[in-house]
């Protein structure tokens, strides 16, 4: 566990965590391995451990219950934290930046407390598929340094529903 989560944690009072924290699918498709993802940034883990998913649907949902960080100003991805210091970061497809926006709308604000299933934004997936190098949706642990363990899940998922991956604080 990192330093300054451990502070963090103890200013706010938060208790320790029995169990796992889990963390659903924003998006349904299929999990891939983050490794596959053709992005060195997402492949190598620079910005943190994860999965990437293979989408379907048309909205991206809360994986946590949380704050809203950042959310890009192309609305392709967004951070979010959760009440336990949980920070993920969700990047919709490689190459989609150079789209300024176009084929996405934002459907929550920076700041705003969500819970896990609320839509964040909303995506054309037809219109993405012709525009982008790949769909493969990344979704990463942004604070790894405060991270004992990481359970990754595979298969079919379907948004707000399924577990992607578990983690121990």
């Not at 498709?29 to 990437?52: H, L, M, R, S, T």
């Not at 969700?90 to 934002?106: A, S």
């Amino acid at each position: 566990m990192g330093f300054l989560s451990r502070i963090r944690r103890l200013v706010s009072g938060q208790t320790k965590i029995a169990g796992g924290i889990e963390v659903y699918a924003p998006v349904s498709g299929e999990i891939v391995a983050i490794e596959k993802v053709p992005d060195v940034v997402f492949a190598e883990k620079i910005v943190g451990d994860g999965i990437a998913i293979a989408p379907k649907g048309h909205q991206i949902l809360a994986p946590v219950d949380g704050t809203i960080g950042k959310i890009f100003e192309t609305n392709h991805a967004f951070s979010i934290e959760s009440p336990h210091g949980l920070e993920l970061f969700v990047h919709f497809g490689v190459g989609t930046v150079e789209l300024r926006g176009n084929g996405f709308t934002r459907l929550a604000e920076e700041g705003q407390t969500v819970k896990v299933g609320d839509p964040i934004l909303e995506f054309d997936l037809n219109y993405l598929k012709d525009q982008v190098e790949s769909l493969l949706t990344p979704v990463v642990l942004a604070n790894m340094e405060d991270i004992k363990e990481l359970e990754k899940h595979q298969g079919t998922i379907e948004a707000g529903k399924d577990v992607i991956f578990s983690v121990q604080l």
